[in-house]
């Protein structure tokens, strides 16, 4: 609890995955260094926090989820504020600062608090900070840093003013900017005069050359030791203890200058907050129990196909999973569904040889928060089970492969004895070194297992994992059927992601998921174009929870046009919504039903065109009027484009398409209430598709960009420009 003499304020936050929430930690935390009381509350807490009567201020931290929409823990608080029947008055008491989560690789970016905000707004609430927009796609800490400094005095401003106007008077907050020059913010900065972590790998660099030899000799000044330190580095970096002292390029484990010699801005250590211990109790246990038994659902996978063929191509496959016994998986098309699959065994147990575990890995853990603990909020991870295995826990609950976030690596630090890698591992947390953190870490997606490969004498107690890595995420996929054609049964596809080899991960991996996946079916992995083999062997069962998606469904109105746009595997909820129209045209043939489109794009014809038998089929019968696709590696001259004119350039990509079908798309969009689905790749595919659609709005309407914008944004809040998208 706040002393009471200290000024208070509000941290409320809305968090899907635990950044919005630690963010809110962390202000929680700092708030004591500035001498303010700060009250932590999730947005579902609603008992703990009462906005209506509220006179300190507010930060909000919120992110953004699916497409565009709060995290579950927001939901309720976005529709109470949403209500039309407030006043516009409703928050003229507030005084809120607010920063909104997001990915530009999604079209909604930050949608949740920008709704938040602009409903606070309407309603009366001032702002005495600016709101900051941080980007993930980019690096949260772009705008997240700046906008933390810069918190601490708005707040302290806020309070004044709010202080000098307790009698309610009229007020007239100056609102505060981020200041992008972060100077004043007290953090704990390292000083080169520290030996222990100041030993710079470098000193003499050849400026025209990124690759610049090191003499190890010729330390920086100051330095004790070089030799040593600079052997140890270049041996985590080259592997090899014979490797004389040169350094030729920076790396995960080494650095140049100015870097390897700057002083550095790091995070405030974490406050431990919980205590771990295993008690040995001499049975081994068998990993049998799940996370989540309630909404959790034993199916068998009763078909695995191939969907593609070649080696050009991404594999992708088609499971059938048998939910007959299941009848409270009532699924519709549109929806996906949650699959639970555990870390892979030999992850598991590399990394508790690596903790020095692995003799103790059937004993059972036990976490409790510690006494006189400093973290604000703190609980015990409530998705660590009572009673488990430490094998369990590793199997079931930690997403072993995520990437370290910066406070991690900030308290790695203090269990780190080499001083190189020291001095590393506070490069890359730092505020100066977000760039090899992004370069090294984050883009190549390296996980805490390689970090501790990379960083041997980095030795972390099992408490600092379990306070840091995240919980193990089940894997949603979008519904690839309808149970009305397929009763008692669920489809779904996925492509088998791969990781290439990069430095720290000496060989290239498959994705968690769709690896597990692929592993578990592949025995039994049934290939069309390949004569059946008699006897198949029996398929596993796997762990699935249903995830109802409210507004991706098709037109409830079956008049209605509607559009898809669904390349590779984003075409799988469009096979359930083209069987659910199949059948509905059987029980319904008097009925008017809106012409159908889907946009289809792959790479080769003959390789990865999914579902192609079945989309044809569709055609024949009428379900779907148009079939719109292209192959982006197909050489044009076998291609049979018999649905593009020769004249126009070959479509590579289902953009392309779009265009070409610009008249038809826009008008079944602005003039016939039709509705356009999108699904598939966010990074790329999402983006360009509405970049696309964007310039046929513009073009059609014959108005300006921002103009067009709104457009779609208006089809957006319609709920008919709607986006399934991930990656
Ligand atoms: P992980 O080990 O978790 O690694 C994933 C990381 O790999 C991502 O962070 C990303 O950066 C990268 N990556 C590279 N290629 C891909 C890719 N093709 N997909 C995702 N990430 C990629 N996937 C399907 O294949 N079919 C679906 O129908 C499907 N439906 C989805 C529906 C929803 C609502 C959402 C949110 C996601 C859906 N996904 C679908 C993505 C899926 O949930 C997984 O993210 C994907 O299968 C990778 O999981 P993994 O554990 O194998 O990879």
């Not at 909000?60 to 109470?80: C, H, W, Y």
Request: proline content about 7%; overall charge negative; glycine content about 6%.
């Amino acid at each position: 609890m706040p002393c009471e003499a200290q000024p208070r304020f509000l941290v409320l936050y809305g968090s899907q995955k635990g950044q919005a929430q630690s963010i809110a930690e962390g202000i929680a935390e700092e708030a004591q260094d500035h001498g303010l009381g700060a009250e932590l509350s999730c947005l579902s807490e609603n008992e703990k926090y009462n906005l209506e009567k509220e006179n300190a201020p507010v930060v909000f931290i919120l992110s953004t989820t699916g497409d565009g929409e709060p995290p579950d823990n927001a939901l309720q608080f976005v529709k109470r504020i949403k209500k039309k029947t407030l006043s516009t008055d409703h928050y003229k008491h507030l005084c809120y600062a607010l920063l909104a989560l997001g990915d530009t690789n999604y079209a909604n970016f930050c949608n949740c608090g920008k709704t938040v905000e602009r409903r606070l707004q309407e309603l009366g609430a001032t702002q005495f900070y600016a709101a900051g927009y941080a980007d993930d796609g980019v690096g949260l800490e772009v705008v997240l840093d700046p906008w933390l400094e810069g918190l601490w005095k708005a707040i302290k401003g806020a309070l004044s003013i709010m202080a000098s106007d307790s009698k309610g008077e009229s007020r007239d907050l100056p609102k505060e900017t981020p200041d992008s020059q972060i100077s004043d913010v007290k953090l704990d900065l390292l000083s080169l005069s520290d030996e222990q972590n100041c030993k710079s790998l470098t000193a003499s660099v050849d400026s025209d050359s990124k690759y610049a030899p090191v003499a190890s000799s010729s330390a920086s000044p100051g330095s004790r030791g070089t030799d040593s330190v600079s052997t140890s580095a270049l041996q985590t970096q080259a592997g090899a203890a014979e490797v004389p002292h040169v350094a030729l390029a920076a790396s995960l484990t080494c650095s140049l200058p100015p870097l390897s010699e700057c002083a550095l801005n790091v995070p405030a250590l974490p406050p431990p907050y919980l205590d771990v211990s295993l008690q040995d109790v001499g049975t081994i246990e068998q990993i049998v129990e799940q996370p989540n038994k309630e909404s959790l659902h034993e199916v068998p996978v009763n078909r695995a196909v191939h969907l593609t063929s070649g080696d050009s191509v991404k594999p992708a496959l088609l499971l059938e999973l048998d939910i007959s016994a299941q009848p409270t998986i009532a699924y519709k098309p549109g929806d996906s569904f949650d699959v639970f699959c555990p870390n892979r065994a030999a992850e598991v147990e590399e990394m508790l040889h690596r903790l020095g575990l692995h003799d103790q890995r059937n004993c059972h853990v036990h976490v409790s928060l510690k006494k006189d603990h400093k973290k604000r909020g703190a609980q015990v991870p409530p998705y660590i089970p009572q009673s488990i295995s430490l094998q369990y826990l590793f199997t079931w609950c930690l997403e072993i492969r995520s990437v370290p976030k910066k406070a991690f690596l900030r308290a790695l630090v203090e269990h780190t004895a080499d001083g190189v890698q020291r001095r590393r591992l506070q490069e890359l947390c730092s505020k100066q070194g977000a760039a090899d953190y992004n370069l090294y870490m984050r883009d190549p997606g390296l996980g805490v297992s390689e970090l501790l490969a990379a960083f041997p004498s980095c030795s972390p107690p099992l408490r600092l994992l379990i306070e840091h890595v995240p919980r193990l995420q089940p894997r949603p996929y979008s519904a690839a059927s309808s149970c009305l054609k397929h009763p008692g049964k669920l489809h779904f596809v996925f492509n088998v992601v791969e990781f290439p080899a990069c430095f720290g991960r000496p060989a290239g991996r498959r994705g968690l998921c769709t690896g597990w996946l692929f592993d578990l079916i592949n025995r039994g992995l049934v290939f069309p174009e390949r004569v059946e083999r008699s006897g198949s062997p029996a398929l596993p069962k796997i762990h699935v929870s249903l995830r109802p998606n409210c507004s991706f469904r098709p037109p409830s109105d079956l008049s209605l046009p509607f559009i898809m746009v669904g390349p590779g595997t984003g075409v799988a909820p469009f096979i359930g919504f083209l069987q659910q129209r199949e059948r509905e045209r059987q029980a319904n043939p008097e009925a008017a039903f809106g012409e159908t489109w889907l946009f289809f794009g792959c790479r080769h014809r003959d390789g990865d065109y999914l579902f192609r038998e079945e989309l044809e089929g569709f055609v024949t019968s009428g379900v779907l009027n148009h079939l719109k696709v292209c192959f982006s590696r197909d050489d044009p001259e076998q291609e049979e484009q018999k649905e593009v004119a020769t004249s126009v350039a070959r479509p590579r990509y289902v953009q392309h398409n779009l265009l070409l079908n610009s008249r038809d798309v826009t008008e079944i969009l602005l003039k016939r209430n039709g509705y356009l689905y999108v699904c598939g790749d966010a990074k790329n595919m999402a983006k360009d598709v509405n970049d696309t659609l964007m310039e046929m709005v513009r073009a059609e309407l014959q108005v300006d960009q921002l103009e067009a914008m709104k457009r779609l944004a208006g089809l957006r809040e319609e709920k008919r420009y709607l986006q399934d998208i991930w990656g």
